[in-house]
């Protein structure tokens, strides 16, 4: 993850440049956790308060703020709005109507539980099919993890599916689409039946959670299943690669529920 920067590091010129959006920028509070971005700051600025995020347009992830920068007009309102993007000197900021909100608790029993099925359904209705955007294709992104055809489809996904991505205030939001791919209508849900897990859901209960969601009830057991096989390698892979401090829990996860496939389908 790149150094967080804060506001005042800005060149002048790219402060400027973003108050001819905002007006004056009266005071910047940095976001510690969450956004793999250089930058991540709530303004409080003329027009009201702004979360802005981005970094460096050579750096490892400026092709994710181009991403969120281009589907962002087509996403429903359960994404904040952008406002606006400044590319200067070198940065690249994206300027982000400002959601105030707490992240759902996915343990069992949880009231939280019933606004995220809900979000689930809503998008895949108004997200299918997806808009006329070029993104990447699930199948192509998963392509050594999965069959293609079992993925494949023509929903707009979101594919991040922490919980720090959902903010729960006044109604359900849902943040940072900076992965968007074209796929199965299903998938989403299961990248949030597998949090569930982590959560402390059993997997038996994670799926009859999920079934309440339409796309994942007509999901084919067989692509279900090599799913759940696939996340399981892609977790392990990251383990290797990378370890964080997340990555062994999921992969317990991960493979939890690939398990709890196996035996139902040895009956």
């Known amino acids: 993850m790149p150094r967080r920067r804060h506001w005042q590091e800005l060149p002048d ?16 509070y940095s976001v510690p956790t969450g956004a793999s971005c250089d930058l991540a700051a709530v303004l409080d600025t003329d027009i009201g308060r702004i979360f802005c995020k981005g970094g460096e347009t050579d750096g490892p992830t400026a092709w994710l703020y181009r991403n969120e920068a ?29 959601v105030a909100g707490r992240h759902p608790d996915l343990g069992p029993e949880s009231p939280d539980l019933l606004p995220v099925v809900q979000l689930l359904s809503s998008l895949n ?6 808009p006329p955007i070029p993104v990447q294709r699930f199948a192509d992104r998963w392509r050594d993890l999965i069959a293609s055809e079992l993925v494949d489809g023509d929903t707009l996904l979101h594919t991040d599916m922490t919980p720090r991505n959902f ?5 359900l939001r849902l943040v940072d689409w900076s992965s968007p791919a ?9 990248f949030m039946l597998v949090r569930l897990i982590r959560a402390g859901h059993e997997p038996a209960a994670a799926e009859a959670w999920a079934r309440q969601v339409p796309a994942w009830a007509h999901a084919p057991d067989e692509a279900v299943n090599a799913f759940a096989d696939g996340l399981v390698r892609l977790w392990e892979r990251k383990q290797q690669a990378v370890p964080g401090p997340h990555h062994g829990p999921l992969l317990d996860a991960a493979s939890q529920w690939r398990d709890y496939r196996e035996r139902i389908n040895a009956r």
């Open 13 to 28: 010129a790219v402060r400027r440049h973003v108050e001819h959006h905002t007006g004056t920028v009266r005071a910047a």
């Open 167 to 171: 903010l729960l205030g006044d109604r």
């Open 125 to 130: 209705r108004q997200l299918t099919p997806a």
């Open 182 to 190: 074209r796929g199965a209508a299903w998938i989403d849900t299961a």
């Open 70 to 98: 281009r589907v962002n007009p087509y996403l429903p309102e359960v994404a904040p709005r952008l406002r606006w993007t400044v590319e200067e000197q070198g940065w690249l900021l994206l300027g982000f109507e400002y």
